[in-house]
């Protein structure tokens, strides 16, 4: 199902599509991390994650007892939602960890625990400004609103089957 845009808004599309793309360093930040963002929320099941899924699922078919087809469906659709989910929060983990220099704050950490005294060279200077941090974690949150709410969805629509 395609969103209705009022034909103002095509225009505009269609000329700002000749442009060649975005060009405010806010925008390139934003748009940098669609394929880490639109990765999470695929529907399908990569490789590495099949396993997962496969245990995934025969769990909620064991407790959800599915009947007949719509049922199972339902059932892939929730498993599915909730591999997502997981997706989203390995992401936004890693993106916290990739920007908090955690090894230098271990070694800070180890040196405290073994002589009592901290010595700090230079001050630890953020790699990424505060407003990006929060734009991307923002990205995060609304695609993880977004799963939670097709996975209640599901669940709902499931138990009305039933």
């Not at 034909?7 to 599309?13: D, F, G, Y």
Request: proline content about 3%.
């Amino acid at each position: 199902m395609s969103k209705k845009i009022s034909p103002k808004q095509l225009i505009a599309n269609k000329n700002n599509s000749k442009n060649g793309g975005v060009k405010t360093e806010e925008g390139k930040l934003v748009s940098s991390k669609n394929a880490l963002t639109h990765g999470c929320l695929s529907q399908q099941v990569l490789p590495e994650e099949l396993e997962c899924y496969q245990e995934l699922y025969d769990e909620l078919v064991e407790e959800m007892k599915p009947e007949g087809i719509l049922d199972r469906i339902m059932v892939e659709r929730i498993t599915t939602h909730v591999l997502q989910l997981n997706r989203i929060s390995f992401a936004k983990k890693e993106f916290i960890n990739s920007r908090a220099n955690l090894g230098k704050f271990k070694d800070l950490f180890e040196d405290v625990m073994s002589n009592g005294v901290v010595t700090v060279e230079e001050p630890y200077k953020p790699k990424v400004k505060q407003e990006d941090v929060e734009v991307l974690l923002g990205v995060y949150h609304r695609y993880e609103v977004s799963v939670e709410n097709r996975l209640y969805r599901a669940i709902r629509e499931y138990k009305s089957l039933r």
